[in-house]
């Protein structure tokens, strides 16, 4: 009788808090109200044992009410024994305890619940009968489960995101107090952008994105399980990272993440296309390099760039001294990006002429860049920058594609018996991961849109990118070259190229870097040298440009030692392509040796 009745009061106190519209004045009111509630309720006597029940709680625990009543809680419903034991004690001393489990209902789903216990004790105040009430919270939890995970992890690779890491970085710190360190090591991927936009018919940035993703989310699980304190996350663009907790010393995290760059620049493969993206890596330490985890991850991110811009491919810890380098090597590449997209670039040409009839034999295209807020920026500066940032492919297209327009609507020199080639410096970082047809593609591209003959285009390529040109890019340029492109290895003799290379590399001219046309009359054996490349140009049938001419006294060391081709300031400086054609009409094709001895030529054209 009195723990009936004292039921029914918990019922009629528990349907006035849920529904306090409701007035209920008997057990029969509430025994009405015990079925129609949307929570589950299971009453419990002293002894543990099932005595009351509604609908409800059997669709949450997915069993019949008939397999319910009469038994222990522990018994019917093995998944809820340990309530009794881990909230007992609780509710014993404080009559009531609140918990979330899971529960798996009738058709094998998972529902997310919260159980409150009541303890109903009779009148000398002993537990006489024990309410559970279980509300489905699965809607609610799911939802918070899904704004967390919009939150917290990038959608496109599934990892952790950059909130996501400086929390968990935050949580460290505060925990630590400087006592205990962590990594924060940043992977930059470099190139996928641009390098893919290129190959656009054939790859999506997407399988290199998710691959590089799982790569380093695979490694951070496997040293998880060995005992590491790892998580592996996506921070923005093409920059992922791994958080590496209670680290020991610095060789520890170098070989560690030694291992992780390997993995990560494996090749990625989709459909018949391997590809090979270029991953720097960038760490900083905490609590060395600082206290906050938007610090210290502004400098990992800027560790990572540091070693892109000098091509460490091992790991690089953060250096404050080149730091600030490094921040205006990113402001420049944001500004040459807009420069690229906004026509702000311009090209300037230099003559190269024969040095036998001083006949203008081609133009090579040189790209100037005056930025409209912070002035004129030499190439010395910007060129490296597209190279780092994966510019080189757009800049190079935007080249191409100019220098062709232009030289269609060149006139044809005083002298000359046709208009001059033009010759494009491809800034060439690209090169060596360069998949079939892209080059033709773009060269074909270029030529089409100009309707520039073949036979009227360079292509000069540095004498590194092309040692280090994979056969794919070799089997390219001789496609080229038979379509009439000629190519020219730029900067010879600085040291990369062996004379093997000369024998299967499909050249047309080799031009001499102007480190030895400035030795001349001052370094003997860098005048030997170049002896020696000029007659083995000759032997190889391969055409010799000098360039870097700048004094009678060069003009005629190379004409002696029989160089075909001069270019430099003695010759012309780099011309607006507004007036090339006037400089055409201007130019006099008297021999070069003449021009050295009266100076005729010289004071020509710098007079222009």
């Avoid at 106190?13 to 306090?20: F, I, K, N, T």
């Avoid at 600082?290 to 800027?302: C, M, R």
């Avoid at 012309?572 to 201007?586: H, K, M, T």
Wanted: proline share 4%.
């Amino acid at each position: 009788g009195y723990a009936m009745a004292a039921f029914t009061v918990a019922i009629l106190g528990y349907a006035s808090w849920r529904y306090q519209s409701i007035s209920v004045t008997s057990e029969a009111a509430a025994e009405q109200i015990l079925k129609s509630l949307s929570d589950g309720v299971l009453v419990l006597d002293e002894m543990g044992v099932i005595a009351r029940l509604n609908p409800r709680i059997t669709e949450l625990i997915g069993m019949k009410s008939d397999d319910l009543l009469g038994r222990k809680l522990g018994e019917a419903v093995p998944s809820m024994a340990h309530l009794i034991a881990d909230m007992g004690t609780k509710a014993r001393s404080s009559n009531t305890a609140l918990k979330e489990i899971e529960l798996s209902d009738w058709i094998g789903g998972n529902r997310r619940v919260n159980v409150t216990i009541n303890m109903l004790r009779d009148i000398r105040g002993a537990p006489s009968l024990t309410v559970l009430v279980l509300q489905d919270v699965t809607r609610y939890r799911n939802a918070i489960d899904k704004i967390e995970k919009l939150t917290f992890f990038d959608q496109a690779t599934g990892l952790p995101n950059r909130r996501h890491l400086q929390a968990r970085m935050d949580q460290f710190i505060k925990g630590s107090l400087g006592a205990r360190r962590f990594a924060l090591a940043v992977f930059r991927v470099e190139h996928v952008k641009h390098v893919l936009l290129d190959l656009h018919h054939s790859i999506s940035p997407d399988p290199v994105l998710k691959t590089t993703a799982q790569r380093l989310d695979e490694f951070a699980v496997e040293k998880a399980g060995l005992g590491m304190s790892i998580v592996a996350g996506f921070l923005h663009g093409y920059h992922f990272a791994l958080l590496i907790e209670e680290v020991q010393n610095v060789g520890q995290i170098s070989l560690v993440l030694t291992e992780a760059l390997t993995k990560m620049r494996e090749p990625v493969e989709q459909g018949t296309i391997r590809f090979r993206p270029d991953i720097w890596l960038g760490v900083c330490l905490y609590p060395q390099d600082g206290d906050h985890p938007e610090q210290l991850t502004e400098k990992a991110i800027a560790a990572a760039d540091q070693a892109a811009s000098t091509r460490n491919e091992n790991v690089h810890f953060y250096d404050i001294a080149t730091n600030d380098a490094s921040v205006r090597s990113l402001a420049l590449s944001a500004r040459l990006e807009g420069a690229i997209e906004n026509s702000e670039l311009e090209l300037h040409f230099q003559p190269v002429v024969t040095a036998s009839s001083g006949q203008i034999e081609f133009v090579e295209a040189l790209t100037r860049w005056s930025d409209p807020l912070h002035g004129p920026c030499p190439p010395e500066e910007f060129i490296p920058v597209a190279e780092q940032s994966g510019l080189a492919v757009a800049l190079d297209r935007w080249v191409l594609s100019q220098a062709c327009a232009a030289a269609v609507h060149w006139s044809i020199p005083k002298g000359n018996t046709a208009a001059p080639a033009v010759a494009v410096n491809l800034s060439g970082f690209h090169l060596n991961r360069v998949t079939r047809g892209s080059l033709i593609d773009m060269v074909r591209t270029a030529l089409a849109e100009s309707k520039l003959a073949p036979d009227r285009l360079v292509l000069e390529i540095t004498e590194r990118r092309l040692v280090e040109a994979k056969e794919v890019l070799v089997s390219e340029l001789t496609e080229l070259r038979e379509q009439g492109v000629r190519i020219s290895m730029d900067d010879f003799g600085t040291g990369y190229a062996s004379l093997s290379y000369l024998e299967w590399l499909p050249l047309d001219k080799l031009k001499i870097d102007q480190g030895f046309v400035k030795a001349i009359g001052r370094d003997a054996r860098k005048m030997v040298l170049m002896e020696s490349m000029l007659t083995l140009g000759k032997k190889l049938g391969l055409k010799v440009v000098a360039e870097g001419v700048e004094d009678p006294s060069q003009v005629d060391f190379l004409i002696r030692h029989g160089c075909e081709y001069l270019q430099g300031f003695w010759i012309s400086r780099p011309v607006p392509a507004g007036v090339l054609n006037s400089f055409f009409q201007e130019w006099s094709n008297l021999p070069l040796s003449g021009r050295c001895i009266d100076g005729i030529g010289h004071e020509a054209i710098k007079s222009t």
